[in-house]
């Protein structure tokens, strides 16, 4: 409704739109009296996450064949053991009993290697020291023993769980999920196997062992 006065047009407010008016600052007053800034929407969150945690793009399989065998190694992602692929090399004609423990030291050098700049971003770590060196048996030992250069039952869990996990399901190991391990020392080696426990709770989870028969 408008009202003429003298030569002045006035434009009068609804009631409706009024109470809204009015509503807008004893609402702020009340946002600040419980100590909340009032803010314009939309608000900014921070940018979306640029990988899903564990998660990585597929690799290029026949690329990674180029440069030597393709294989599989487990890292640590959140409180579990991932798969990531990885390739070693072998020289071409190694006896079967060099092959296993080439393919052994391959495993070992690829899970102390650091975490690429993708993996790391998607949450990737290792538990496995840089240096750590793998050998055939003894004499007496099981033919398919493979002996760490620090004994299995000093490294931590999460690292045992890394090498067990990869070395069983390798071609380092028997082909049943499980791997003989012993130490630089007298100790006799001993099974260890990769259960679906160790794969989910490595850090405090040691894989299940026993011992094995004289050689």
């Given at each position: 409704?408008?009202?003429?006065?003298?030569?002045?047009?006035?434009?009068?407010?609804?009631?409706?739109?009024?109470?809204?008016?009015?509503?807008?600052?004893?609402?702020?007053?009340?946002?600040?009296?419980c100590?909340?800034?009032?803010?314009?929407v939309?608000?900014?969150?921070?940018?979306?996450?640029?990988?899903?945690?564990?998660?990585?793009?597929?690799?290029?399989?026949?690329?990674?064949a180029?440069r030597?065998?393709p294989?599989?190694?487990?890292?640590l992602?959140?409180?579990?053991?991932?798969?990531?692929?990885r390739?070693?090399?072998?020289?071409?004609?190694?006896?079967?009993?060099?092959?296993?423990?080439?393919?052994?030291?391959?495993?070992l050098?690829?899970?102390?290697?650091?975490?690429?700049?993708?993996e790391?971003?998607?949450?990737?770590?290792t538990?496995?020291?840089?240096?750590?060196?793998?050998?055939g048996?003894?004499?007496?030992d099981?033919?398919?023993?493979l002996?760490?250069?620090?004994?299995?039952?000093?490294?931590?869990?999460y690292a045992?769980?890394q090498i067990?996990?990869?070395?069983?399901?390798?071609?380092a190991?028997?082909?049943?999920?499980?791997?003989?391990?012993?130490?630089?020392?007298?100790?006799?080696?001993r099974?260890?196997?990769?259960?679906?426990?160790?794969?989910?709770?490595?850090?405090?989870?040691?894989?299940p062992?026993s011992?094995?028969?004289?050689?």
């Amino acid at each position: 409704m408008t009202v003429r006065r003298g030569n002045v047009r006035r434009r009068s407010v609804r009631p409706g739109r009024l109470c809204r008016l009015l509503a807008l600052p004893a609402l702020a007053s009340v946002l600040a009296g419980c100590g909340i800034r009032p803010t314009e929407v939309p608000t900014d969150f921070g940018p979306a996450p640029s990988r899903v945690r564990c998660s990585l793009t597929e690799p290029d399989v026949s690329a990674q064949a180029s440069r030597g065998m393709p294989v599989q190694v487990f890292l640590l992602c959140g409180s579990s053991l991932v798969t990531v692929d990885r390739t070693v090399r072998v020289p071409d004609g190694a006896p079967d009993s060099q092959r296993r423990v080439l393919v052994a030291q391959g495993l070992l050098d690829q899970l102390a290697e650091a975490p690429s700049a993708a993996e790391k971003e998607a949450g990737y770590t290792t538990g496995v020291r840089a240096g750590l060196a793998v050998s055939g048996p003894r004499s007496g030992d099981p033919e398919d023993t493979l002996r760490l250069s620090s004994a299995p039952g000093g490294l931590t869990s999460y690292a045992l769980a890394q090498i067990v996990c990869t070395f069983s399901d390798s071609a380092a190991a028997e082909g049943d999920g499980s791997v003989i391990l012993g130490g630089p020392g007298d100790d006799r080696p001993r099974r260890y196997e990769c259960t679906d426990d160790v794969r989910s709770r490595p850090r405090d989870r040691k894989p299940p062992s026993s011992e094995v028969a004289d050689g």
